[in-house]
Nanobody, 117 residues
Framework: QFVESGGGLVQPGGSLRLSCTAT????????LAWYRQAPGKQRELIATITPSSATITYADSVKGRFVISRDNAKSMVFLQMNSLNPEDTADYYCNRHIVPMSEITSWGQGTQVTVSS
């Protein structure tokens, strides 16, 4: 179970930090990811992180602007989003990194990010 927070309205060029709290004792063993779903579009994978944070990947659309991190002691994963632009407007979700995404059967409520002047 994942609970996302930290979204909101931000101006282009601004920053936001999303947080995600997970329940369950297996958190530290999971590959985790942030996903987003823009209005009228399919959900997309934007960042992944392995249990030890040794391997991190980003979608090209956010590379160089977003930073994923995790705190296994607190069962939390974060997404620092910088240089935001209107194309980043979406609902953001954290979850396990599972391929294909269709294998994920349970999603949190997500947190809404709106980038607008």
């Amino acid at each position: 179970q994942f609970v996302e927070s930290g979204g909101g309205l931000v101006q282009p060029g601004g920053s936001l930090r999303l947080s995600c709290t997970a329940t369950g004792s297996m958190f530290m063993y999971y590959n985790l990811a942030w996903y987003r779903q823009a209005p009228g579009k399919q959900r997309e994978l934007i960042a992944t992180i392995t249990p030890s944070s040794a391997t991190i990947t980003y979608a090209d659309s956010v590379k160089g602007r977003f930073v994923i991190s995790r705190d296994n002691a607190k069962s939390m994963v974060f997404l620092q989003m910088n240089s935001l632009n209107p194309e980043d407007t979406a609902d953001y979700y954290c979850n396990r990194h599972i391929v294909p995404m269709s294998e994920i059967t349970s999603w949190g409520q997500g947190t809404q990010v709106t980038v607008s002047s």
